[in-house]
């Protein structure tokens, strides 16, 4: 599952084209720099169609967040993504391993 940060808006399908549109640009980017094969950025582009997108609106992050920053001291952005993490109960899905 792909997580993003949305911004608020009225319309349903956009988040998910804005989102899937900078994965997009990063294939593109890589194809640029000679790093992906044009067949793999097409074949990347229709991937992300099949892949199941939560958004999710910065705002309502952001309480949470300005916590994390006064508990730890790191910068407010990474504080955005923990959040992310708590609310979604990510790192309870996660199955221990053994070793490194």
């Known amino acids: 599952m792909i997580r993003c940060f949305i911004r608020p808006s009225g319309a349903r399908s956009p988040p998910a084209r804005s989102c ?5 640009n990063a294939f593109r980017h890589e194809h640029r720099r000679k790093e992906l094969p044009q067949d ?7 991937l992300l169609f099949e892949l199941p997108l939560a958004l999710y609106a910065p705002e309502n992050l952001m309480p949470r967040a300005v916590e994390i920053t006064s508990e730890t001291g ?3 952005y990474d504080a ?21």
């Open 20 to 24: 899937r549109r900078s994965f997009f």
């Open 40 to 46: 793999k950025v097409e074949q990347g582009w229709d």
């Open 74 to 76: 790191a910068i407010f």
């Open 80 to 100: 955005l993504f923990v959040s992310l993490v708590e609310e979604t109960s990510v790192l309870s899905s996660l199955q221990p391993t053994t070793g490194c």
